[in-house]
């Protein structure tokens, strides 16, 4: 006769880890799904309870007035390059900063690094006062060039030290025998050890990208007018005084977060392998 063959404690433990596991996921995706859900209704069924967990009367009407209206479409833009050149300087700067600082015995290494990463600790509140007058007096009030500096700023510390921890991975061999054979500095960083660091440049890329798209503060003081970023936007566009229109700014937000949501799909694998090879010096 068998007994006890169909609940084992080993069975019963694999069941409670995979249900655990699915009920986490579900609480980390409801958010996503209920943005989605909301972008296909109007604002006042968005109100009621108990809430709508599937859409009443679908209708596409959110995401027909974004793409219909350049101001919008504007925001998009602004976002698009800001993020894409504060991508472009961060790497401009950190790839040779990171090799710099991984090759050189440059005197005070240590304190420089440390130098460089006191400027995660200050509030950005803090930088934005003296930022504001200075670019005041600069004339780099709402323009990319201002904004990709600002945003650079805060990524760099991060980037540079990401960059180094890929280089140190590399062996000091390789730089040997490539000046052996005649290469000179810049062809060693460019030809010899860029492609061996791919992974990790491909995560700094995600990261200051990431950055980049998010980011309110600096974008809402330093841009103005139709030079407002995605984020910006979606704040003040859907957001009044008096009422709020939940449906088209779910219908916004959406289709904001799909380049990151695609750019993550696309680069998972070489973000995750970037930075698992540059956690480990081996």
């Known amino acids: 006769m068998r007994t006890g063959a169909r609940f084992t404690p080993k069975k019963l433990g694999t069941f409670f880890k995979y249900f655990a596991l699915v009920l986490l ?10 943005m989605i859900v909301c972008s296909f209704m109007e604002s006042h069924y968005l109100m009621v309870i ?7 009367e679908p209708s596409f009407k959110n ?36 090799y710099s600082f991984s090759r050189y015995d ?46 650079t700023t805060l990524v760099m510390p991060l980037s540079i ?3 180094k921890s890929f280089y140190d991975t590399v062996p000091r061999s390789l730089d040997e025998a490539a000046k052996i054979d005649g290469a000179g ?28 798209w998010d980011d309110y503060l600096m974008a809402l003081i330093l841009m103005q007018g139709d030079m407002k970023t995605l984020t ?31 750019l993550f799909v696309f680069l998972q694998k070489y973000m995750i392998a970037g930075l698992t090879v540059g956690a480990v010096k081996g």
Not at 25 to 34: D, Q, V
Not at 110 to 135: C, D, E, H, R
Request: charged share 5%; aromatic share 14%; with cysteine.
């Open 25 to 34: 996921a579900a609480i980390l995706l409801f958010p996503i799904y209920w």
């Open 50 to 56: 108990p809430p709508h967990l599937w859409p009443v």
């Open 63 to 98: 995401y027909v007035e974004i793409f219909n209206n350049a101001k919008y479409l504007r925001y998009f833009q602004n976002s698009f390059i800001s993020a894409g050149g504060t991508v472009a300087l961060a790497l401009l700067i950190a790839v040779p900063a990171g």
């Open 106 to 151: 440059i005197p005070g290494k240590n304190g420089i690094l440390s130098v460089i990463m006191s400027v995660q600790m200050f509030p950005v509140v803090v930088i934005l006062i003296s930022l504001y007058a200075f670019y005041s007096r600069m004339k780099l009030m709402s323009t990319y060039q201002g904004l990709i500096l600002a945003d």
């Open 161 to 163: 030290m990401l960059i």
């Open 185 to 212: 500095r810049l062809q060693t960083l460019v030809l010899i050890l860029f492609p061996l660091i791919a992974p990790g440049v491909v995560a700094v890329c995600i990261y200051t990208f990431l950055n980049a």
């Open 232 to 262: 910006v936007g979606i704040a003040e566009t859907f957001l009044g005084e008096y009422c709020y229109n939940y449906g088209g700014m779910m219908a916004f937000s959406f289709i904001g977060s799909l380049p990151i949501v695609i």
